[in-house]
């Protein structure tokens, strides 16, 4: 399940704006968003296609004649801009507490990064046990709001709710079924930043369902945004609260879907990441 008991305020809207994407789906006229289709390209324009990718190809090649290893040290002063999806940023934290990275440096990166994380943690199968809860929710929760989260995270995890979405009350799945419940960020944004606090908003996609030929629960897929207000505690971020929002989301795509037994392998077979810049 994805963080959609979470606390604090929520609302439907997406980031929207004018960086979004349109997708063009093959065999329509036109793209899902309205707009026309680019027309297929003649044989006439072909070689001059052709030229263009062998200059790049060249200017590839000439550019990479420096040589020389990556520069791990994360400095991008002697490297090109990257482009706004590109993967940024430097070395992960090496600290760990309980499965979850710790020891974020103070910058906006660090603060990404720990919302990143903290929203996979708050976002996993864990967090319907009662002692791994209180486990996740101790090493992500500033000092401050600790016991708010705690109680909060407690009445959202009850025994109805448990038994409502067809689990056991200690939060395992009833025999013959996996419990699925993944959240997988795909980016962060930054909506404030100063110092020693940070607003961040983590793109995710989720999974949530139960496995199983007698499943009523199949295993879903959605994407949400989860809101995190951090604070620096002096030596690491740690979450003051927490607030989610359904979407962006994006066409879906026209794969066939697969078996209830597939998606119990693949979930035991593919274990989840940590999520760093």
Not at 49 to 75: E, H, K, R, Y
Not at 238 to 250: A, H, R, Y
Request: hydrophobic share 35%.
């Amino acid at each position: 399940m994805s963080l959609g008991d979470e606390h604090g305020d929520r609302t439907n809207d997406g980031f929207g704006g004018s960086g979004q994407t349109r997708t063009r789906l093959p065999g329509t006229p036109e793209d899902v968003y309205g707009g026309a289709r680019r027309p297929v390209r003649t044989s006439r324009s072909l070689i001059g296609v052709v030229g263009v990718v062998v200059l790049l190809i060249a200017a590839i090649a000439f550019a990479n004649q420096g040589g020389g290893s990556d520069d791990a040290s994360g400095d991008t002063a002697k490297s090109p801009e990257s482009a706004p999806t590109a993967a940024t940023g430097v070395r992960p934290v090496k600290g760990e507490a309980g499965g979850i990275p710790t020891g974020y440096a103070q910058d906006e990166q660090g603060a990404q990064s720990a919302a990143a994380n903290y929203a996979a943690a708050l976002g996993s199968d864990g967090m319907f046990n009662d002692e791994r809860r209180q486990a996740i929710v101790a090493t992500v929760a500033h000092e401050s709001t600790l016991a708010t989260l705690q109680s909060g995270f407690d009445a959202d995890y009850s025994a109805d709710f448990l038994a409502q979405i067809g689990l056991n009350a200690d939060g395992t799945a009833p025999a013959g079924t996996t419990f699925v419940n993944r959240t997988m960020p795909a980016g962060t944004k930054v909506q404030k930043y100063a110092g020693d606090t940070a607003d961040i908003d983590v793109w995710c996609v989720g999974l949530f369902g139960l496995t199983g030929e007698k499943s009523t629960k199949p295993v879903t897929s959605g994407w949400f945004t989860v809101s995190v207000k951090l604070q620096w505690n002096g030596s690491d971020w740690k979450v003051l609260e927490t607030s989610q929002k359904t979407g962006p989301t994006p066409v879906t795509g026209d794969n066939p879907v697969s078996g209830s037994d597939e998606i119990a392998d693949a979930v035991n077979g593919f274990g989840g990441f940590t999520y760093a810049r």
